[in-house]
């Protein structure tokens, strides 16, 4: 029953960096179920920003295929693969996640100027939509229309889950989003960001190094450096 | 496009100070092509204009563009004359509205000195067909007396009633004068000015205007170029000889329809009486503008080079600035923006230099134009105002914002590549 419900399948999977001559991730197979919250531990160079870019499809693999919510990745042309990324994905960083120019409140907006279909499904205004991530996520609501550069890394992280979040997307991928934070923001930053997936009814792929925060989440894997 | 846009002008706006330079050097850039075809144009409608109102030139038989410099713009030595009686049989002519002989070959201090007729200017027009106005004074109506144009009256300073001597031969450096101080001057005979006219940035204004008649009484006493010694004939003893002139250098004549140029310039062509050639001014002028215009045409592929370095050097900013923009491509990347995203964004920021640097230009040209087009229009009779925005100047801003557009493809197609390669996370 779960299997049939996986939302990302990778089977077979093998990437080597253009100018390396040993592969990044070798024949990697995973299953992400709908509604997971999965932690993805790995050293540094393990491959595990790389797996984040084969599931955001910004890059190809070498070898073996990924499917995203029953669709091929490799199968969709790059525009339709952009198409597929803003409408389904959402995205957090380790840090500078936000475009510093733009005030807090356009960086959240930022998807929905990009995909109809995320505009669409925060109901109506958007703007609305994002202020009520941003008091969901703690942040203060005079912050909306600071430039996102004059605001702390533990705010900016919040913001920047505020965009990952807003309409709904069924998949959110982190990649070491709280290596900047002191470990009781990190715990803090971590749970506000849970409950919203769950709220969304999203899924989560969280990728850290910092092994301390696998037991706060569903599942753990392990990527091995090769 | 629509959402592109604002995000392009933030991310501009976040780099300002960069990018006003290359904004500048556009905006100076633009503003140097548009002056140079500003004046250019200017220029070539006062060229063409020097002969306007005048339909048919007529001189002896040669070469059309010789006889146009010398009856227009009184360059250049006559090489042959055409006589007085033919004069008459043209002017006599019912197609013949008005005609002004003109008789050339004496000069005051590298000015051309020009013998013709009172008519000349009743009938001559210049610019938009605007007769000839006179600053102080009148035509001269008897012996010894002369009209000066706006700039001989300008360089030496002459007033109403002044007295000046002509030259035999056309000098045209004022250095010569110096090196031949007692050459072939006509001393005993000094002319009077009665009249200086209005600045019409045409020939006339270099130019002293004097009666058929006075020529003939200051050359009675010369042959072949020189006085005959001792011979001399006092100014008040010339009245006593016919002074009807024997040969004219050329003839401008106004018809009574436009029309007829054609078939009155055939009729001349077969003229019995003595080989002649009537030429229409407006196409002589154009073949003229044809040899003069290499130094016009010089200047403006300088001017293009000038704008071809401003959006170059508009590319090379936008291209340095892209390192310190991969972060900002590789969010939008992961906000759902594809390659074609990327260059459109890039392009939209060069499209956007571009244009500020254009409206800039033409701002400073109109500015500038705005103060100094009274005093070019009253010094050199350049009327500037007459090419702005003509369609040929909407046609140069239009491929100035296409060149700018396609320059910036450059660094949008250099942008697309590297957020491609970044991924998600720029690998610094």
Not at chain 2, 405 to 416: D, E, F, N, V, Y
């Amino acid at each position: 029953m779960r299997v049939l419900d996986a939302i990302i399948r990778i089977r077979d999977l093998s990437f080597t960096w253009p100018g390396s001559r040993r592969p990044c991730l070798s024949q990697l197979a995973l299953d992400v179920n709908r509604g997971e919250r999965l932690f993805v531990h790995g050293e540094s160079g393990a491959g595990k920003s790389t797996l984040l870019n084969l599931i955001g499809g910004v890059m190809l693999p070498e070898r073996g295929y990924i499917d995203v919510l029953g669709r091929p990745l490799g199968k969709l042309s790059s525009s339709n693969r952009d198409r597929f990324r803003v409408d389904h994905t959402g995205f957090i960083f380790q840090q500078f996640n936000l475009i510093p120019y733009l005030s807090v409140l356009d960086n959240v907006l930022l998807p929905c100027r990009f995909s109809t279909e995320r505009a669409r499904r925060t109901g109506g205004s958007a703007s609305a939509e994002a202020r009520r991530l941003l008091a969901a996520l703690d942040l203060d609501p005079r912050l909306a229309h600071r430039p996102a550069a004059s605001l702390s890394v533990g705010q900016q992280q919040r913001v920047s889950a505020a965009r990952a979040l807003i309409g709904r997307p069924e998949l959110i991928l982190a990649d070491e989003p709280t290596s900047a934070l002191d470990p009781r923001r990190q715990a803090v930053f971590i749970e506000l960001l849970m409950g919203e997936v769950t709220a969304n009814g999203g899924t989560l792929v969280f990728v850290s190094h910092d092994q301390r925060l696998a037991p706060l989440f569903d599942r753990c894997i392990e990527l091995l450096a090769q | 496009m629509k959402t592109l846009l604002p995000l392009a002008l933030a991310s501009a706006w976040n780099r300002r100070l960069s990018l006003a330079l290359s904004v500048f050097s556009i905006a100076l850039a633009v503003t140097l092509l548009i002056a140079v075809t500003r004046i250019r144009d200017a220029a070539q409608t006062s060229f063409a204009q020097a002969a306007a109102g005048v339909d048919l030139v007529v001189g002896p038989r040669g070469s059309p563009v010789q006889l146009l410099l010398h009856a227009v713009f009184h360059l250049g030595e006559a090489t042959h004359t055409m006589r007085w009686q033919s004069y008459r049989t043209l002017a006599a002519d019912p197609q013949v509205a008005w005609s002004i002989p003109l008789a050339l070959g004496d000069s005051h201090r590298g000015f051309p000195v020009l013998g013709t007729t009172p008519e000349y200017f009743r009938h001559l027009r210049y610019g938009q067909q605007e007769p000839l106005g006179f600053f102080s004074g009148q035509p001269f109506s008897g012996l010894f007396e002369a009209v000066v144009g706006a700039e001989v009256a300008d360089r030496l300073g002459y007033r109403l009633g002044d007295l000046i001597t002509l030259r035999h031969g056309s000098a045209h450096l004022d250095e010569l004068e110096d090196r031949h101080p007692h050459g072939a001057e006509h001393a005993d005979k000094p002319f009077r000015i009665t009249g200086i006219l209005l600045p019409t940035a045409t020939p006339v204004d270099r130019t002293i205007h004097v009666s058929l008649a006075s020529l003939e009484a200051i050359h009675l006493n010369w042959q072949g170029g020189l006085p005959l010694p001792g011979l001399d004939i006092p100014p008040q003893l010339a009245t006593k000889f016919d002074l009807t002139p024997k040969t004219l250098d050329a003839v401008l004549i106004g018809l009574h329809q436009r029309t007829d140029a054609f078939r009155t310039q055939r009729q001349i062509a077969d003229f019995t009486g003595e080989p002649l050639m009537a030429i229409l001014p407006s196409l002589a002028m154009d073949e003229l503008w044809q040899l003069v215009g290499s130094v016009e045409r010089s200047l403006h592929g300088l001017a293009w080079l000038i704008v071809g370095v401003g959006l170059a050097g508009m590319a090379a900013v936008i291209l340095a600035s892209l390192g310190e923009r991969r972060r900002e491509l590789a969010i939008l990347r992961s906000v759902g923006a594809g390659p074609g995203h990327i260059v459109a964004l890039v392009m939209l920021e060069g499209g956007t230099l571009t244009a500020v640097g254009l409206l800039t230009g033409l701002g400073l040209v109109e500015g500038a134009g705005y103060l100094f087009a009274p005093l070019v229009n009253a010094r050199l009779g350049l009327d500037l105002s007459t090419n702005a925005f003509s369609a040929e100047e909407l046609r140069l801003i239009a491929g100035i914002f296409a060149t700018g557009l396609l320059t910036s493809l450059l660094p949008g197609w250099r942008a697309s590549r590297m957020s491609l390669a970044d991924g998600l996370v720029p690998r610094l």
